[in-house]
């Protein structure tokens, strides 16, 4: 077909932040998705607990502290989550290193008092019902902190190489700044199922 | 216009600053296409976006157009197999007590029939469609994210093949295709058929998943500039409605047969109520997912619907807001309707009566679309071709299955004819009528873009005629004989029952149905290599995919198009307005904003990579490695880990910096 110049777009930027990148909408579809996935498996384990009146089924509480803390840790680690996403946006590649490597620093730490959570359940996954969804919430949690610790610490080691200094590259970092919120903020609910259900329900 | 106009100041990233700096972007910069002659541009283009030559090329490619191909030709041959399975069951059942198939068999024929016209072809093929469709139609240079597009290609054809080797040695899901406990738990489903099903829906689950990110964010961000919501064609937008109902509904059957897998091999009791678990929540987990699947399969067909009837009533749509608004209705009321596969479970009755309600209630939307339609056809000047017969098919048996929808929706009739033949009659009436038909047509009136050559007109409409009354001849006598009281699933059926002649001209019907496909693939193949050619716009037909050469070139459009119009080739009939200043030596595409399309960034796409391929079997090896053993998610983290990593790793090219 023939065509007329009726645009020029030479001027235009070759990266953005935030919501005006595809990447970050990317991200987005994946946490929706991932976050149906959380919900409905909250969903079955409340659906299980209206069915039963005793829904504990006579296993006992479940220790809270080691989830406390993972919970501390994480609420914690959303504050330099957000002073890397100012210098990934200011494209300030000495700051952006060093909180990379904090973020993944503040990445493995809970990761290691996930691990002693899992004993603290007091009940393993194939006692009953019960303990079958308390393993399938907290393992569903976990692999969301494995994959994302894991392309924390993938980004870092990228960011300390030649291919760091790009707008692109600060770009995937902003994303995993938003992504490590979506992980903390999916952990409170699952928290709450899992630790203060039993207690108040 | 200037991009000034478009990007405030306030818009524009840091980059500046860091360009004062000498350092990010300016540097790397190359030629660009304003005021370059068409024979220059082209060869330029061509270079920076083309398949690369050899197996590995091939294997790499990240062109949206040649996946789609890929999955098309994939997607049609598993409707072969999975029609070849409807074909030996309707053998066995032409006469009363044949033994031409043993019940397990059979189960397994009905099983892989079911899994393979849903999870193989049905969903997967409205996809591809989409893939090959979309970039074009919103006036893109490739879908977003295109190595994950590849990837999900890869998933799905080892899911397919995963769950075709499985019953060429007999061990075939055998649990029919919603697969319920506790007949697929694991006390009464020993072996590993179950396992089978669960795995290869996670596979083809991940796919799609994929593939609907990928649509979503091309739709939203890379529409060419001008191209405001209200400019979005029909067909974009069902795609763009379809994958969000992927998105929020295929995560339920994820995690269904997660659980199911987890059951059976891991020993936990999620579905078992003798130890707190329920069998139950399984049908609620799966229909929440299972009743927007037939809109999954259904809302990219209104697409193709929307697309062919202006293009032959040789008039815009009418109504264009209305259709939007019903897509995005029966999109929301989709979720609401799960519980209406689960009348017969003895749920509450105030339950049952809301979803009574809403399943009366998605009649609706459906209907605004219908008239909406037709109105289009009245008040234009239809030219009856191959692509609007299959429409008006589609207006016939898609009717008549909403109608047996609306009776099924009412509880008593429902408790009457569960599980039997008048149910299948309704779904294949829904989703033959409402999905398949409109994809023969979109065949047809897609098929020159693809190839650059006409389908036979003649051969068209043979296909048409003999598909809709082998068609009708197969499945209305299934209401009848559902209405007498045959049961699905059965393998056979005693002389005494007297239904042995309908049942013998229900087989008749099914194998002209299946004629008429063998016709299609004909006409295929023969007007592949000896069709008519083409030219860029056959039909004269409206929107962006039209304005580029038939088969487009791996570039799609030597410059973008500037939209200004819902049907951009019909407001302005030559010269296409264009943009200009894109790089010719980086595949760069414009990133738009969401709501008015203004050009926001040029961004880089991915170039060709085999890293996809290679994450896609060691994510395939993991699933098939995990039915036996759940160590396999332990020992497959590592070759995931290490093909991902070198997917995201940057090479060094124009597209890996900015």
Known sequence: MNQRPAMDISGLPTFGHGPRSPTWWGTLGFMALEGTGFALAAGAHLYLATLWPNWRLSAPQPNHWPGTIVTLLLIVSLVPNHMLNRYAKECAIGPVRIGMVVMSLLGVAPLIVRWFEFPALNIYWDTNAYGSMLWVLLGLHTTHLITDVGDTIVLTVLMFTHHGYSGRRFGDVGDNVFYWDFVVLTWIPIYLLIYWLPRWG | MSSADLTSERDLPPEREASAKGDIAPGRDGPRDTGMDDASLHRWLARTWRTPAGIIGALSSVDHKVIARRYLITAFLFLCLGGLNAVAMRIQLSGPQRGLIGPDLYNQLFTMHGVTMMFLFAVPIVQATGIYLVPLMVGTRNIAFPRLNAFSYWVYVSGGLFAWVSFALSMAPDVGWFAYVPLSGPEYGPGKRADVWAQMITYTEVSSLAVAVATIVTVFKQRAPGMSLDKIPLYVWSLLVTSFVVVFAMPAVMITSTFLILDRLVGTHIFNPAEGGDALLFQHLFWFFGHPEVYIIFLPATGMVSAIIPAFARRPVFGHLGLVLSLIAVGFLSFGLWVHHMFATGLPKLGASVFTASSMMIAIPNGIQIFCWLATLWDGRPVIRTPLLFVL??????????????????????????????????????????????????????????????????????????????????????????????????????????????????????????????????????????????????????????????????????????????????????????????????????????????????????????????????????????????????????????????????????????
């Open chain 2, 393 to 658: 098919g589609f207006f016939f048996i898609f009717v008549i299955g909403g109608l047996t929808g609306v009776m099924l929706a009412s509880v008593p009739l429902d408790l009457q004819v569960h599980d039997t033949y008048f149910v299948v009659a309704h779904f294949h009436y829904v989703l033959i009528g409402g999905a398949v038909f409109p994809l023969l047509g979109a065949a047809y009136f897609w098929f020159p873009k693809i190839t650059g050559r006409m389908m036979s007109e003649r051969l068209g409409r043979w296909h048409f005629w003999l598909a809709l009354i082998g068609f009708n001849a197969a499945f209305f006598p299934m209401h009848i004989v559902g209405l007498w009281g045959m049961p699905r699933r059965v393998y056979t059926y005693p002389a005494e029952l007297g239904w042995g002649n309908i049942n013998l001209f229900i087989s008749a019907g099914a194998v002209l149905f299946f004629l008429s496909f063998v016709l299609f693939a004909f006409n295929l193949v023969h007007s592949v290599l000896k069709g008519a050619p083409a030219g860029d716009n056959p039909w004269d037909a409206g929107t962006l995919e039209w304005a580029t050469s038939s088969p487009p070139p791996s570039y799609n459009f030597a410059r973008i198009p500037v939209v200004t119009n819902v049907e951009p080739l019909w407001a302005e009939r030559e010269p296409l307005p264009v943009a200009t200043g894109l790089r010719v030596d980086a595949r760069e595409l414009i990133i738009s904003t969401v709501a008015e399309a203004h050009p926001d960034i040029r961004e880089k796409s991915a170039t060709p990579s085999i890293w996809p391929l290679l994450a896609a079997i060691a994510v395939g090896g993991t699933f098939l490695y995990s039915i036996f053993t759940p160590w396999a998610i332990v020992w497959g983290a590592a070759p995931i880990a290490v093909t991902l990593i070198g997917w995201f790793w940057p090479k060094g090219d124009p597209e890996d910096e900015e």
